[in-house]
T-cell receptor
Framework: DSGVTQTPKHLITATGQRVTLRCSPRSGDLSVYWYQQSLDQGLQFLIQYYNGEERAKGNILERFSAQQFPDLHSELNLSSLELGDSALYFC?????????????FGQGTRLTVV | QQPVQSPQAVILREGEDAVINCSSS?????VHWYRQKHGEAPVFLMILLKGGEQKGHDKISASFNEKKQQSSLYLTASQLSYSGTYFC??????????FGKGTHLIIQP
């Protein structure tokens, strides 16, 4: 158990809908990262928050947004969902920045868009 | 820029050695290695930092050639538990950590 909690574990929703994925980082970790994993693309970095502020941005679509709250939990919002958004979404956390710190991954949320 | 990993897949017998390579077209400050078993989350193995510092696993070793922008992960006397997909990650600055497509390692008894 990494100490990172993601909910829900599975989500099935229709195209055009909006969903929210939730992540609670390990106790004491200030950074939260979101990754998308699909079969053909591997692990794609989406976005990082550090202590409530956006720190780094990857290949995150405009339809997607995230935030980190004062209690350090984070939410990833996916809207106008398309079939291609079906993937495993991981949240990870670390004490500091990502360049020289190990990250701990949650068990992921499997999103299926039908 | 996504780092390139090779080989894409390896099948070994228990006790054999494996080397997984990771190369980048960009200058590297650090290289991160993670292993993911099927249906599970990626798990941290090691970070190699510019200047030679390493943080990580005591049964797995790795090298980091800053000039060639390459890293290699060495798995010696492989065990069944080593099976999984190995990812290298580079970057970690403003663009975040970018992972390669992974190397699938299968260890057979």
């Amino acid at each position: 158990d990494s100490g990172v909690t993601q909910t829900p574990k599975h989500l099935i929703t229709a195209t055009g809908q909006r969903v929210t994925l939730r992540c609670s980082p390990r106790s004491g970790d200030l950074s939260v990262y979101w990754y998308q994993q699909s079969l053909d693309q591997g692990l794609q970095f989406l976005i990082q928050y550090y202590n409530g502020e956006e720190r780094a941005k990857g290949n995150i679509l405009e339809r997607f947004s995230a935030q980190q709250f004062p209690d350090l939990h984070s939410e990833l919002n996916l809207s106008s969902l398309e079939l291609g958004d079906s993937a495993l979404y991981f949240c990870a956390s670390s004490l500091g920045g990502q360049q020289n710190t190990e990250a701990f991954f949650g068990q992921g949320t499997r999103l299926t868009v039908v | 820029q996504q780092p390139v990993q090779s080989p894409q897949a390896v099948i070994l017998r228990e006790g054999e050695d494996a080397v997984i390579n990771c190369s980048s077209s960009k200058a590297l400050y650090s290289v991160h290695w993670y292993r993911q078993k099927h249906g599970e989350a990626p798990v941290f193995l090691m970070i190699l930092l510019k200047g030679g510092e390493q943080k990580g696993h005591d049964k797995i070793s790795a090298s980091f050639n800053e000039k060639k922008q390459q890293s290699s992960l060495y798995l010696t006397a492989s065990q069944l538990s080593y099976s999984g997909t190995y990812f290298c990650g580079t970057g970690g600055g403003a663009d975040g950590l970018t992972f390669g497509k992974g190397t699938h390692l299968i260890i057979q008894p």
